[in-house]
């Protein structure tokens, strides 16, 4: 059963067409990445799927249901969540409020202490940071508090822009653990943009390779890692 379902999706910046009849499908509790080099569209299509911008034709359907214009936060609502690629940290916040925010405007009934532990259990360092200002972490810290405050609330399907970029490889490594641990133990379901084709292939079952906003090859990511085309033109990037 597909959660995700992208038909001829297409976006434009006015002439400059950014995202060219795009079409894939997620079936639930699985890992889709879509892989590709700088400005083949990955950004522009996943603001798309969440409806931060409009598009120019095709549909998105979650569940079935064409979303059309539904506005982000309905979207949200419906169990979409992205973590985008600056993160969006209140970086003169806390660790635990910037978290908590994540909860506060998407569900009342949730048992915040509770919730917070779920995610320090995932991400146990934040545990120890959780009274220092977010802007103060490294790189990888907060890239944790961007995924734990999106995790609190427990979206269905979460969007993940570059989560690797600026990161050793160490932490990647930990952040695609935790991702796919989510997806075994609560049947997560994520869409991983990448441009670490390395990584992004090791933590996803399927993988759509975008080039100049289109679909130039699809399939397991296990084959596409396999593909000596590929691995020749996309792995030279170390995870
Ligand atoms: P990156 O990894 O650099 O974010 P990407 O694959 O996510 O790359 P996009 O950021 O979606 O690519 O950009 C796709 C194309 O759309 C590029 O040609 C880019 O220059 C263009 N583009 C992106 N944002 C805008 C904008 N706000 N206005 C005009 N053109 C844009």
Excluded: C
Aim: aromatic share 4%; glycine share 8%; net charge positive.
């Amino acid at each position: 059963m597909n959660v995700l379902q992208v038909k001829d999706l297409t976006v434009a910046y006015g002439q400059v067409t950014a995202v060219d009849r795009i079409s894939f499908h997620v079936p639930a509790g699985s890992v889709v990445t879509l892989i590709g080099a700088n400005g083949a569209g990955k950004t522009t299509l996943l603001k798309a799927l969440m409806g931060a911008l409009p598009a120019k034709e095709g549909t998105v359907e979650l569940d079935g249901i064409v979303l059309g214009q539904i506005p982000v936060e309905e979207r949200v609502r419906r169990g979409m969540y992205l973590v985008p690629e600056k993160r969006s940290l209140f970086a003169s916040m806390k660790v635990e409020d910037n978290l908590r925010l994540g909860a506060y405007a998407r569900r009342k009934d949730l048992k915040l202490d509770r919730e917070l532990e779920r995610i320090f259990q995932l991400f146990p360092v934040l545990k120890e940071r959780r009274e220092q200002l977010a802007g103060t972490l490294s790189g990888g810290e907060q890239q944790m508090v961007a995924i734990g405050r999106a995790l609190i609330a427990h979206p269905r399907v979460l969007l993940l822009d570059e989560p690797s970029i600026g990161l050793a490889p160490r932490i990647v490594q930990q952040i695609m653990e935790v991702i796919v641990e989510l997806k075994r133990s609560e049947g997560l379901t994520v869409i991983l943009v990448e441009q670490n084709v390395r990584m992004a292939l090791r933590a996803a079952d399927e993988a759509y390779l975008v080039e100049l906003g289109r679909v130039v090859k699809r399939g397991p990511a296990a084959e596409l890692a396999a593909d000596p085309g590929l691995v020749s033109s996309y792995l030279g990037k170390a995870a």
